[in-house]
């Protein structure tokens, strides 16, 4: 049994088995991983759109080491600094209202979801209209924001308060409101749905839907935020502005962070008592937190994110030329979706095989999400190793020659760390 083998026996028999877990990795750099025989993978995944800045990034690791060695946490009953900069900073960055945090992107959407009523409740307004393949977390009332029956399968009976509308569809939106709706809530790049952008006209529409009926426009940027698509936020990209908006996954680069950010207007709901968490804020996080903002200011990582994620559609769009199984590449910056035919999970587990982490989002999108600091020789050798998987899986095109003789050279698992 390898060391890897030996940790997965072990994982299968304790842990709930609500994953299925792939590889054991037990180090990391840049966008590149380790297992504990020491093979090399290329991480196209990010540990889920968390490391933004790279694993394992100098900066945020001395400033981790920093704080947890001077005060690691004392909850909110008291003042920290780091949590004053930290919500000064993202202020400054969006709406310049207020923060609230917490520890996971689930819970930034209940504090959303939450903050919202609490905007509605004299009105007797409390609803909430998400869109279908959306992914707003898994607790239950963000399992019944998200828009998949899939995911709300078995845990009825559900909340209520949520209704659904087609993504990209005004008209399906202005046809769900009600009297008792209060919101309308989307991500600016579905990514769990399949990695596909909200259209500026949509977004647009949207805002004057909101306007016209009273109602709070929310962002759930918990995978598109934080430079994944070239800017801070996804809705950054629309001539909009929300009245409240999510972040999570990339906040803190892997230290368990959520944030809700509203307008002074909105924040100013929320008053003693009426929402709270032990952990939230605490000084380890907001200090990992405050690192990842200065290495994307520092290292103009929203500007090579946009550059970056052109070169890495652009290659991929190749593929489309030369299999007709390849149907489209879409996505925003470093949030990049191949969408295919057939099963996407096959092309994961084949480009695994060859060296390179990706993900799926559903069933045929196969989705990418390097840190936003790769490199242009990593978008190539991650190229060549999403081709000699699709070359393995579909067969060889004519007119391409050196697909064999690519496999060889990429590294994958032959490399020692
Ligand atoms: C991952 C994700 C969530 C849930 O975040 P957790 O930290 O897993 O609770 C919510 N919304 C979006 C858009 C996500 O991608």
Known sequence: MTKSEGIAAIFDQYVMQTYSPTATLVSGKGCRVHNPERNVFMDFTAGLAVHNVGHCHPKVVEAIQKQVAALGHVSNLFYTPGQALLAQRLSRLSLGGKCFFCNSGAEANEAMIKLARAWGHEKGKYEIITMQNSFHGRTLATLTATGQSKIQKGFEPLPIGFAYAEFNNLESVAAAVGEQTVAVMLEAVQGEG????????????????CDEKGLLLLFDEVQCGMGRTGKWFGWQHYPVKPDAFTLAKALADGIPMGALVATPELSAVFKPGMHASTFGGNPVVCAAAMAVIDVIEEEGLLNHAEHMGELLAEGLRMFIDKH?????????GLMVGMVVEGSAKEIVDVCREMGLLCCTAGEHVVRFLPPLNVKEPDIEEALEMVGDAIAEIYGEDEGEDSEASLADESGGHDSLI
């Open 194 to 209: 399949g990695v596909l952008p909200a259209t500026e006209e949509f977004v647009v529409g949207l805002r004057k839907l």
């Open 324 to 332: 007709d199984q390849i149907l489209d590449i879409r996505g925003k």
